[in-house]
């Protein structure tokens, strides 16, 4: 059986775990090692694959777990608290560490985009310095449409990239 990985990252209150919460009918479950404690959604996707999609909590956890990770992890979608301006910075952060350390498909999802104060993806390009190579996937990780519009974007990257 092939299993695969999609990491979801960003800061604390960023919608991770409202994100896969959000995701379907598939419960979020915790696994036992060697992924300790972090929050896994298992995805079959038939008989002999299954899908993986798991949420660090923290940046500073990042690293550690990254490497235990990386074998199936085909890709990591980067939430940004798109209302919160005075996060931006450590939104810059996670972003720099993934694409220096890490070569899969990454994208982001500019997260509650339903509040008036939310700043624009084509705005948050500028304000994280994001790359215009990386998607900037609108979001609002409580609609399902909107969740499934950003797995759909990376998924569509991994693909491309494999080809």
Known sequence: MENYTIIVAGQVKFGKLTFLQHIGDYP???????????????????????????????????????????????????????????RFREARGILGALLAHYFVPLIVAANKQDLPEAWSPEDLRIALRIPKSIPIVPCVATDHASVRQVLLTLLGCVLAESE
């Not at 979020?28 to 949420?55: C, E, K, T």
């Not at 990254?66 to 992890?73: C, E, G, L, P, T």
Request: net charge negative.
């Open 28 to 86: 979020v479950i915790s696994f036992l090692p060697p992924f300790g404690n972090r929050s896994l959604m298992r995805i079959p996707i038939d008989a002999d694959l299954d899908l993986y999609i798991g949420r660090v909590p923290e940046s500073g956890a990042l690293v550690d777990f990254m490497h235990v990770i990386m074998q199936s992890a085909i890709g990591f979608i980067v939430f940004v608290d798109s209302s919160a301006p005075e």
